[in-house]
């Protein structure tokens, strides 16, 4: 990775992604570029000047020559920041998504990740009795965070949520959210080797593609057999607990199923993750894990907004 003088002339630095490559190289004439996305990572706006007394000209020199990144061929860590076009003008607030932690069914484990348990062994022993979060169970607390990733659809409640909508208190939640902001479709990205996305019932779902990275995509629409239970409607009452203050859109509703790799062996956690991790909050006491860290990113398909997740994968020692 490196930074691309910009102090000068304009430079366009453009390459195709490892996945694009992959298509071009096919030769059968199939690939076509019928979209693409701007990105703008490395602009800082704080650095626009309209007090520059050399004039309206010079208010934004600091930022047209600011360094940029040069192109990269990984898409996963390229363009974190997509620039969207709207063509209203009307518009105060951008939607926003953001996990959902007001029940303790959402909230994540106290270490500051959301755990998933992903061997019959560790969901055994971490629970109580194999009840992962019950509510009304006042031990519920103890294990709040920590997924049944050996059996989604089997005991246990807990999963992860996003909310979207408006982040703000000047707009009453009362208020309903433009049609044209509301999120019915959302992308999202995880390690394919690590584990999968499942519904709220444990049900699994259809990935589009798994790139040469391992990042395994899936597209989920609002009704649709691959979004069904997953993408719903956010109560406009003010009782209604939502991470977002103002008008809200859509949730969405995931679990994480633990691949056969995890479910079976401790290979890759010897390879890529730590061990002799000390779980506490478990009913039965601390437990000491194997585990291995990663990310899983939830994007809306209309704005681009996207949030990274912090998932901690755990497999008793």
């Known amino acids: 990775m490196a930074f691309l003088n910009n ?42 000047d309209k007090n520059n007394s050399s004039g309206s000209a010079y208010y934004d020199l600091q930022i047209m020559q600011t360094p940029v990144l040069e192109a990269l061929t990984n898409d996963d860590s390229s363009m974190r920041s997509k620039l969207i076009s709207l063509p209203r003008t009307n518009l105060l607030y951008l939607p ?27 969901v055994g022993t971490i629970t109580s009795p194999g009840l992962i979060i019950s509510q009304g169970n006042t031990n519920s607390a103890a294990t709040t965070g920590i997924l049944n990733g050996f059996n989604p659809g089997g005991n246990g409640t807990a999963l992860m949520r996003t909310d979207q909508g408006l982040n703000t208190t000047e707009i009453p939640t009362t208020f309903t959210l433009d049609a044209d ?62 991470s977002i203050q103002g008008p809200r859109g859509t949730s969405f509703s995931f679990k994480v199923l633990a691949s056969v790799d995890l ?40 704005t681009g907004y996207r949030v990274d997740i912090p998932v901690r994968f755990v497999r008793k020692q």
Not at 107 to 113: A, D, E
């Open 263 to 302: 479910r079976t062996s401790t290979f890759l956690f010897e390879q890529l993750g730590g061990a002799n991790l000390s779980v506490s909050g478990a009913i039965t006491g601390g437990l000491t894990c194997r585990f291995l860290d990663t990310t899983i990113r939830v994007m809306g398909f209309t």
């Open 181 to 242: 902001l509301v999120e019915t479709q959302y992308i999202v990205e995880m390690d394919n080797r690590f584990g999968s996305i499942v519904d709220p019932q444990g049900n699994p779902t259809t990935k589009s593609f798994v790139d040469d990275d391992n990042i395994a995509t899936y597209y989920f629409t609002k009704n649709d057999g691959n979004g069904q239970g997953m993408i719903m409607d956010i109560g406009q009452d003010e009782t209604t607990d939502s």
């Open 7 to 48: 102090s000068g002339d304009i430079i366009l630095d453009a390459v195709l992604t490892d996945s694009g490559r992959f298509r071009m190289a096919k030769g059968d004439g199939s690939f076509k570029i019928v979209k693409f996305a701007l990105g703008d990572d490395e602009i800082d706006y704080a650095l626009y």
């Open 96 to 122: 926003v998504i953001l996990p959902n932690e007001k029940e303790p069914i959402y909230t994540r484990h106290s270490s500051g990740t959301w755990i998933v348990a992903t061997d019959q062994n560790t």
